[in-house]
């Protein structure tokens, strides 16, 4: 069955780093776009970056632009989002989702039809 499972969320101080997985089973990653997104409280869902199935193009949110690099380890079926020069605004629960390709910049929460559960990124002192 299609899963993601989101890891390597945590508690971190401003302008300290993390790197995010996201592990796919049931299907092969690399022939899917798949999208980063963060939701803090009582917020909507936004789109942090995406990387796209073909020659693993990638956008960001001009929010993260710089500081935030999405990769994908086909060996691994796993994507990464690794996140530098955290702020407090990063704050949020990030998800990724499985969508067709990374059409818009950044990606739209609609285009995706598969999510894994989140996990919490904190910056605070």
């Known amino acids: 069955q299609l899963q993601l499972v989101e890891s390597g969320g945590g508690l971190v101080q401003p302008g300290g780093s993390l790197r995010l997985s996201c592990a796919a089973s049931g299907f092969t990653l690399d022939y899917f776009a798949i999208g980063w997104f963060r939701q803090a409280p009582g917020k909507e869902r936004e789109g942090v970056s995406c990387?796209?199935?073909?020659?693993?193009?990638?956008n960001y949110a001009d929010s993260v632009k710089g500081r935030f690099t999405v990769s994908r380890d086909s060996a691994k079926n796993t994507v990464y989002l690794q996140m530098n020069s955290l702020k407090s605004e990063d704050t949020a629960v990030y998800y990724c989702?499985?969508?067709?390709?990374?059409?818009?910049?950044?990606?739209?929460?609609?285009?995706?039809?598969?999510w894994g559960q989140g996990t919490q990124v904190t910056v605070s002192s």
């Open positions: 989702g499985k969508g067709r390709s990374c059409a818009t910049i950044p990606p739209l929460p609609s285009f995706f039809d598969s």
């Open positions: 990387i796209s199935n073909s020659r693993g193009i990638t």
